[in-house]
């Protein structure tokens, strides 16, 4: 299988809420209420929202096989320098369910952490993400090196809430 990534620009929104619409779903509703599925889409990838993303600095990545979108990732610099470290947080990482396990979301990570030290202003870089405790990719996470640093529970409004390990590995 031939993949490749390219940066995503903001005439790309329709394709990422495409994947989305497959994807997040398969991935959350069998770990969160229908209801709140419907919430964080809205929240996270309506048109206005994956605008504003852009607009906040969020490099989103996206593979292809062949001509075919096959997963996405996003990554922000979170901190310009903290201690010496700077900060990236992946915001989203999806492999397409028909795709998984044929090293797309590695790729798709090792992008992102190309991304980070490409653009990073000090020597010490970490990458921290937010994953939900009970979604099964923590395995996934695990194997590219990343640990739990702790773990939270994030009021994201309407009366929901994300459960999430937060992760950090140091490149």
């Known amino acids: 299988m031939s993949i ?25 509703e069998p770990i969160l ?3 709140q599925v419907e919430y964080m889409m809205e929240w996270m990838y309506s048109q206005e929202s ?3 993303q ?10 292809f096989s062949g001509k075919i979108p096959c997963g996405y990732v996003s990554i922000q610099k979170e901190t310009s320098e903290y201690d010496n470290v700077n900060v990236y947080h992946i915001h989203k990482l999806y492999v397409m369910p028909n795709i998984q396990g044929n090293g797309v979301g590695k790729l798709l990570f090792n992008r992102a952490c190309s ?31 990343m640990h739990i640093i702790k773990a939270g529970d994030f009021d994201i409004g ?11 590995i140091e490149l």
């Open 158 to 168: 309407n009366g929901y809430y994300m459960n999430d390990y937060i992760m950090g």
């Open 115 to 145: 991304h980070a030290r490409e653009n990073a202003s000090v020597a010490s870089i970490r990458i921290e993400l937010n994953v939900n405790r009970n979604n099964p990719s923590l395995q996934f996470y695990e194997k590219m090196g």
């Open 33 to 35: 209420s229908t209801e």
């Open 4 to 28: 490749f990534i390219t940066k995503a620009n903001i005439c790309d929104i329709r394709l990422i809420k495409v994947m989305a619409e497959t994807v997040f779903r398969k991935t959350y």
């Open 50 to 52: 994956l605008e504003k």
């Open 54 to 63: 852009f607009k906040e600095g969020h490099v989103f990545f996206i593979a």
